[in-house]
């Protein structure tokens, strides 16, 4: 099988996907968020006191708001990752997509959970069909769709051409979740940081922005473990596989399609265990 | 009285909050650190049966002493 020349961006992300760069990622994340906890829950002042403002279950937001801005980030690196498979075909593009999209189902769904605890005692009620609400579970759900198109075949090129549609089109609800609280009218507040104008103190801006880079630089350290396990489930695959081949492993690794059988099926259809990304 | 309720109140949910995103975050970690070691070992077990199959039983291969 014929090797091209990764690119240059495929090489500055094999460097930052390196075990060295992982460590780094996982020991600065650690420190990033003990930072992001003492500033939010000790330094960072209450705000008004209620009814005007919300007093301390503000604090709530440093988590909140973090973990949707890592969800629009997660599908944004799916959708880009998405156009260079489809352009390149290369599948290390597809595997970046798929780790992106699985990180960022867990941020929304944890920015829904934060949002629904955050809800009950500032509006007295869990859930409401409220736009931003609404549309928020819809991007979930398009994303947790996607995870499931990737489970829809076994042949690897297929699954990605699939997955890469999705993940484009799905990125349309995107900004429609982010402008939803200024194109209608809801619960659910404004937005909090709308340059140039910012509504909160300079310290709560200052956390907030602690919180926002700390929240990054764990997509970045998650980012590259889950683009590890992929590769690792992939190795195994091939080990597997390798023998009845006839070729070696580390040959199988990083082909964009496995060999099909007489019958033009991929080969993994047989076992029914196709290298999930 | 009411505002030191509403206030111990409102400690639960942010305690919750953040309660949540720790075990959230922290149990994903884990998942995909155990997912990795899983992967590994099944490549390692597949390369070791391998290697027994291959080899005669008994017979040690060249890398042996």
Redo the contacts between chains.
């Keep these: 099988m014929a090797t091209t020349k990764p690119s240059q961006a495929e090489r500055a992300l094999g460097k930052l996907t390196a075990r060295t760069g992982e460590r780094v990622l996982g020991v600065l994340s650690i420190a990033a968020l003990a930072a992001t906890a003492v500033m939010s829950l000790v330094v960072a002042p209450p705000d008004r006191p209620p009814p005007v403002g919300q007093g301390d279950l503000y604090r709530i937001m440093y988590v909140h708001v973090p973990s949707a801005w890592l969800a629009y980030l997660c599908f944004g690196v799916v959708f880009v990752a998405s156009i260079a498979y489809l352009k390149t075909g290369r599948s290390r593009w597809d595997r970046l997509a798929a780790a992106s999209a699985e990180i960022g189902v867990v941020f929304t769904g944890l920015a829904i959970v934060l949002g629904s605890i955050w809800g009950k005692p500032a509006w007295g009620t869990w859930w409401t069909w409220d736009p931003r609400l609404t549309t928020t579970a819809i991007l979930f759900l398009i994303y947790v769709g996607y995870l499931a198109v990737r489970k829809l075949s076994d042949n690897p090129r297929r699954r990605g051409r699939w997955a890469a549609v999705v993940g484009i089109v799905g990125f349309a609800d995107v900004p429609i979740v982010h402008l939803s609280v200024t194109w209608w009218r809801g619960l659910h507040q404004g937005p909090t940081v709308k340059l140039p104008t910012i509504t909160l103190a300079p310290i709560m801006t200052a956390t907030l922005m602690i919180s926002l880079t700390a929240f990054t630089i764990l997509y970045g350290y998650l980012l590259t473990l889950r683009l590890r396990v992929g590769r690792l489930e992939e190795r195994a695959l091939a080990e597997a596989l390798s023998p009845r081949l006839g070729q070696p492993a580390s040959a199988l690794v990083d082909q964009d399609e496995l060999p099909a059988d007489g019958n033009g099926r991929p080969v993994l259809e047989e076992q029914g265990t196709g290298p999930r990304a | 009285m009411r ?1 030191v309720l ?2 111990i ?3 639960g ?2 305690v ?3 309660v ?2 720790a075990v ?2 922290g149990g ?2 884990a998942v ?2 155990a ?2 070691r899983r ?2 070992r ?2 390692e077990a ?2 070791a049966r ?1 290697e027994r199959v291959v080899r005669p039983a008994g017979r040690p291969s060249r890398a042996e002493p």
């Design positions: 505002s509403a206030h109140n409102d400690l949910y942010i919750a909050a953040w949540t995103t959230v975050l994903y970690v995909l650190l997912r990795a992967a590994r099944r490549a597949v390369v391998r």
